[in-house]
């Protein structure tokens, strides 16, 4: 069962992309393990596990270098015109990260859209996401997630 912030039950679950807008989006819930999650309207090509950011008219994107803005991780493949669920915070085991990305790393924006890495990229630092769980294969591994978010600042030296 999801509940939201608000303590009301939630329609949908959380791996289903919906056709019609279940409720507003900018709902936030949380699951019984503590994980949160916000409901969001989905972008074309996006796929379960991809990384995501989204604007102020919970619109994503699917995260690419040089993006700037709130980051959370598709739960399904949410497509353009379509809704879904999409993880802010707690540990996701398949998300889109790079093959061979190691455990306790933190995690960066590349030019591969909707995909993270451990390869340092100045300006795309994904603040709030660390890869977990050892070496990432496939192009998918686990995710620590804290509201993460980009900015594309470039820190002074």
Known sequence: MITSTNTSILAGDLTSAHDTQKMAPGTL???GD???????????????????????TY????LTANAV?????????????QYGWYMRT?????????????????LYA???AGRASATKVVG????GAVGRGGNATSNSGGVQLSNPRVTDVIPAA
Request: proline content about 0%; charged content about 20%; hydrophobic content about 40%.
């Open 29 to 31: 819930a949380k699951d």
């Open 34 to 56: 503590g994980n949160t999650y916000i409901y969001l309207k989905g972008v074309a090509s996006t796929a379960d596990g991809d990384f995501v950011v989204y604007d102020e």
């Open 59 to 62: 619109q994503t994107a699917r």
């Open 69 to 81: 803005g709130e980051v959370a991780v598709a739960q399904a493949a949410v497509g353009a015109s």
């Open 90 to 106: 707690g540990f996701d085991s398949a998300a889109n990260i790079a093959s061979g990305t190691t455990d306790n790393k933190q």
């Open 110 to 112: 590349t030019s591969t």
């Open 124 to 127: 795309d630092m994904i603040l």
